[in-house]
């Protein structure tokens, strides 16, 4: 089975530099999640999307944007970058609706920043 | 606001041993989600299981098997017969019934299983 995948998978970028994650859900999920787990932490909700509209924000900073395309997959761009943003970020998708309400993980992209 | 508490930080044990990971939620929603989540090395997160609010029905895969109460807002995990293989950051999770579906997670508890 189709799984979410999500790219690059590993990323180096300087401080101060741009950075751009991408997402594919699985096939036919209308929404995408995107969450951020630095070293050590427990992964933080970010943002969310439904139908190419964002459903939900949680704690993303004001430097990181984020869309759904008319494809479903996501990007979510992260500008003026800085030592803490290092971290593995991770893509979610769901059908929403779906009686099971679970959400599947991308393998994640493991962002570093020097 | 919704919280996940994971008190167990590091559990260390021996194959074949029995582990409990313990997992302590809170939320006003009447009707949520609780999910555990493995974490191996590897860093992608790996589905184990989901529960709905209304139902406290105890589960059993194979030897891992979950005790859901919500008197205690409580949903353990145990491991029975413990295997290397088993090494992992658990996650202990939580979705409110609302509209918005973004999983809270706990901080996660390190299983270390020895040889």
């Known amino acids: 089975a189709a799984g979410v995948i999500q790219s690059p998978r590993h990323l180096i970028k300087e401080k101060r530099e741009t950075a751009t994650l991408k997402c594919y859900p699985i096939p036919r999920h209308d929404t995408v999640y995107w969450y951020q787990q630095g070293p050590g932490q427990d992964p933080q909700f970010l943002i969310s999307?439904?139908?190419?509209?964002?459903?939900d924000k949680g704690s993303i900073p004001d430097r990181f944007s984020a869309q759904q395309f008319s494809d479903y997959h996501s990007e979510l761009n992260m500008s003026s970058l800085e030592l803490g943003d290092s971290a593995l970020y991770f893509c979610a998708s769901s059908l929403e609706g779906q009686i099971s309400y679970e959400q599947y993980f991308g393998p994640g992209t493991r962002l570093t920043v020097t | 606001a919704q919280k996940v508490t994971q008190a167990q930080t590091e559990i260390s044990v021996v194959e074949k041993e029995d582990v409990t990971l313990d997992c302590v939620y809170e939320?006003?929603?009447?009707?949520?989600?609780l999910f555990w989540y493995k974490q191996p090395p590897s860093g992608e997160l790996v589905f184990l299981i989901r529960?709905?609010?209304?139902?406290?029905q105890n589960e059993i895969s194979g030897r891992y098997s979950w005790n859901f109460q919500k008197s205690t807002s409580s949903f353990n995990f145990t491991i029975t017969a413990s295997q290397v293989v088993d090494s992992a950051v658990y996650f202990c999770?939580?979705?409110?019934?609302?509209?918005?579906?973004?999983?809270?997670f706990g901080k996660g508890t390190l299983l270390t299983v020895n040889p």
């Open positions: 999770a939580l979705m409110g019934g609302g509209s918005n579906y973004k999983l809270t």
């Open positions: 939320t006003r929603d009447t009707t949520y989600y």
């Open positions: 999307f439904y139908e190419k509209m964002q459903s």
């Open positions: 529960r709905n609010s209304f139902d406290e």
